[in-house]
């Protein structure tokens, strides 16, 4: 049984935060795979599986624009929360009028890329658990318009909107995005189980005729 998954994914808006750029928010030209991953673990997750991104196919020219939000620049201390969810007597308020930040992010627009996926099984698979099955369950997952919690592209407020690929079925390459076109580094995941705590994974990555292809990460399961 095939144990790969396609899903074209679209939306108005998105935004991939490039880690290196603190106080304003600026998103890579393109969605990255810890992003992909995101969204498929949104249609369909379970302990026992983990996505493996393989390609990112681009299927609009990359736009760019400008939004001015307002974002809370704080948060409660988690310690704080767990005593208040212990009953104890804390002060749980948080004035989000005075503690509102204008902030300015530089997003992509008008977004809509096919993601290429397959599954790996973790430790915690059971006796009953195989890759294939639960390929197939993601395929009717992303037919019937499925998911466990909104997918979104980077920001909660930019929703990412799914159906299924027909088999056999291709994509014209916008003119824009032929050849080869360098990407810099991107960030391809978060290594959580790293002894030093989690540690971000970058790559080099470049768009070859609108498809990022994806290496394989230098670590396991993230569970």
């Not at 930040?101 to 890329?113: C, F, G, H, I």
């Not at 056999?168 to 002894?195: C, K, N, Y």
Request: glycine content about 8%; some cysteine.
């Amino acid at each position: 049984m095939a144990t790969g998954v396609r899903v074209k994914v679209f939306g108005d808006f998105a935004l991939f935060g490039r880690p290196e750029m603190k106080a304003e928010r600026v998103s890579y030209e393109v969605m990255t795979p810890s992003a992909a991953r995101g969204i498929l673990q949104a249609i369909h997750w379970k302990p026992a599986i983990d996505w493996v991104i393989d390609r990112i196919h681009v299927l609009k020219p990359i736009r760019f624009d400008t939004l001015r939000r307002n974002e809370v620049g704080k948060k409660l201390p988690y310690a704080t929360a767990r005593q208040g969810a212990r009953g104890e007597d804390v002060d749980l308020s948080l004035f989000v009028d005075e503690e509102r930040q204008q902030r300015a992010s530089l997003l992509l627009r008008d977004v809509a890329y096919v993601i290429d996926a397959h599954f790996v099984m973790t430790p915690r698979a059971g006796r009953d658990d195989n890759p294939g099955k639960h390929a197939e369950m993601a395929r009717r997952r992303i037919a019937r318009g499925q998911f466990m919690q909104m997918p979104c592209f980077g920001c909660r407020e930019f929703p990412a909107y799914f159906e299924p690929v027909a088999e056999g079925e291709t994509f014209e390459v916008h003119q824009s995005l032929r050849g080869e076109r360098p990407l810099g580094w991107m960030l391809h995941d978060i290594d959580f189980d790293a002894a030093e705590g989690p540690k971000p994974h970058f790559f080099p990555a470049k768009l070859v005729d609108g498809v990022l292809a994806v290496p394989p990460l230098p670590f396991g399961s993230r569970r």
